[in-house]
């Protein structure tokens, strides 16, 4: 079995994200560890990009601060290299197209595979295109992981059976962001695509408290928690260690004894 389908089999999974090399990279490794020792089963790093179109204004600043802190791809590519025999959680990145064309389809894929990132998550690439990084994950045995939103309709089912890893999706229109009250339309997809494949499922963009996490487990088989932690390291900056553990921790105690 592989971390990402592992991360899966013990019950829901709690997938945080942050943006690597915000505040710094050494804040960076830090928050890694204070994560997976709080229970996070799978954890999105985001590659910092200038022109993130899927985000909302949190983790758009988290990006112009970690890109100003001088963080690269290389940079984060060594730091998971460094980490990964200490961390048991699947590693992630979240990455738009841009960065990974720059770098060469097939290095980056490499390289992953050498530092140990275990999937990839490229929000902006659509899935009829996305065959040339399909074929070098698959080389390089790395999950390409498919967002699926409340506005693919019909090709939810073809995007369910041929996706691997799991299903990333996107509970409400617009960018990320902190939401007080999610509406219905992650559950509805999710009953779509269970009537085609058994791929799981995880539901992201605006879920920021333990309540909301629960509430979507409840039909979710995993939760994906971004700005609300990002907004967290933004406040403490270099001092967000202990606050964000205490909040993932929150999170992941709220997830425990819920069933498949």
């Given at each position: ?5 592992d ?9 945080p994200f942050?943006t690597?090399g915000?505040?710094?990279l050494?804040?960076?490794?830090k ?7 709080a229970?996070?089963d ?11 179109i899927?985000?909302g204004?949190?983790?758009e ?7 100003k802190?001088?963080c ?7 730091l998971?290299l460094?980490?990964?025999?200490n961390?048991?959680?699947?590693l992630l990145?979240m990455?738009y ?7 060469g389809?097939?290095?980056f894929?490499?390289?992953c595979?050498?530092?140990g990132?275990d ?7 659509p ?5 040339e990084l ?5 080389a ?5 992981i498919s ?13 369910a059976d ?6 990333y ?9 902190v ?18 494949s058994?791929i ?30 990002v ?5 403490h900056g270099?001092?967000?260690i202990?606050?964000?553990r ?8 709220n997830?425990?004894g819920?069933?498949?």
């Amino acid at each position: 079995m592989s971390r990402i389908s592992d991360a899966f089999s013990a019950g829901k999974a709690f997938m945080p994200f942050i943006t690597g090399g915000d505040p710094d990279l050494e804040t960076t490794e830090k928050l890694l560890y204070a994560l997976c020792e709080a229970g996070a089963d799978i954890i999105e790093i985001g590659v910092p990009f200038s022109d993130p179109i899927a985000e909302g204004p949190v983790i758009e600043a988290a990006s112009e601060r970690a890109l100003k802190a001088g963080c690269t791809v290389d940079k984060l590519f060594d730091l998971v290299l460094r980490v990964r025999a200490n961390i048991k959680a699947a590693l992630l990145f979240m990455t738009y197209y841009n960065p990974i064309f720059a770098y060469g389809v097939a290095d980056f894929t490499k390289r992953c595979a050498a530092c140990g990132v275990d999937g990839l998550i490229v929000p902006d690439l659509p899935f009829e295109e996305r065959d040339e990084l399909l074929e070098a994950c698959k080389a390089d045995g790395i999950e390409l992981i498919s967002l699926i939103a409340p506005t693919s309709e019909q090709r939810i089912t073809e995007i369910a059976d041929k996706s691997g890893g799991f299903l990333y999706c996107v509970s409400s229109l617009g960018v990320t962001g902190v939401r007080s009250k999610l509406d219905g339309s992650a559950e509805a997809m999710i009953e779509r695509v269970r009537r085609v494949s058994d791929i799981p499922c995880a539901v992201g963009f605006g879920i920021s408290t333990p309540e909301q996490a629960r509430a979507t487990a409840q039909f979710a088989d995993g939760v994906i928690i971004g700005s609300a932690i990002v907004k967290i390291i933004a406040e403490h900056g270099r001092g967000c260690i202990e606050p964000v553990r205490r909040f993932a921790k929150e999170i992941k105690e709220n997830l425990r004894g819920l069933q498949h």
